[in-house]
């Protein structure tokens, strides 16, 4: 009788674990320099912009505005596994830097690379036409952040 009601449950905290799993909220972390964590739920359907030094977050419901220098980064949780991996021609872009110069590797031909100031300004954009790697220069620009953008990959390069 013990055992079938250890069994029991065990069986039970099994299948609460599973529906606990299903149903963890999927939402946007904004982490704060301060340690600070802010979170948005995904339902909201959250969109992140970069404006004039703000990191902006526009929901169904509201309009959030950050200032970039407070700003660590942002993730995102329980999203889960999907179940889809990259394809070997699709692998995570590769970078190195030189002095003033960063060069991407592993870039898909048609892939738009923009590099845009700390407030959000667009300073270059190019277009991957070969398998050649792509070198962004810095060096006739002051110093600060610039944001890199390349497909769906962002890179944040600060100079000094």
Same mark, same amino acid.
């Given at each position: 009788m013990k055992q079938r009601l250890l069994l029991l449950s065990l069986l039970l905290c099994l299948a609460l674990t599973a529906m606990w799993a299903q149903t963890a909220t999927k939402r946007l972390v *904004?982490?704060? %320099?301060?340690?600070? %964590?802010?979170?948005?739920? *995904?339902n909201d359907m959250p969109e992140t912009t970069f404006e004039n030094g703000l990191f902006v977050i526009k929901t169904n419901n509201a309009t959030f505005q950050y200032q970039m220098d407070n700003v660590l980064r942002y993730t995102f949780e329980g999203t889960g596994n999907t179940g889809i991996s990259l394809l070997p021609s699709e692998r995570s872009i590769s970078?190195?830097?030189?002095?003033?110069?960063? !060069?991407?590797?592993?870039?898909?031909?048609?892939?738009?690379v923009t590099i845009y100031?700390?407030?959000? !300004?667009?300073?270059?954009?190019?277009?991957?036409?070969?398998? =050649?790697?792509? !070198?962004?220069?810095?060096? =006739?620009?002051?110093?600060?952040?610039?944001?890199?953008?390349?497909?769906?990959? !962002?890179?944040? *390069?600060?100079? =000094?």
């Open positions: *904004l982490w704060q %320099k301060s340690g600070e %964590k802010v979170y948005f739920d *995904l970078l190195s830097k030189e002095g003033d110069e960063v !060069t991407m590797r592993n870039l898909r031909i048609g892939t738009v100031a700390a407030n959000g !300004t667009i300073l270059e954009t190019k277009h991957v036409t070969d398998n =050649q790697p792509l !070198t962004l220069s810095v060096a =006739q620009r002051p110093a600060g952040v610039y944001i890199v953008k390349a497909g769906s990959e !962002t890179i944040k *390069l600060l100079k =000094q």
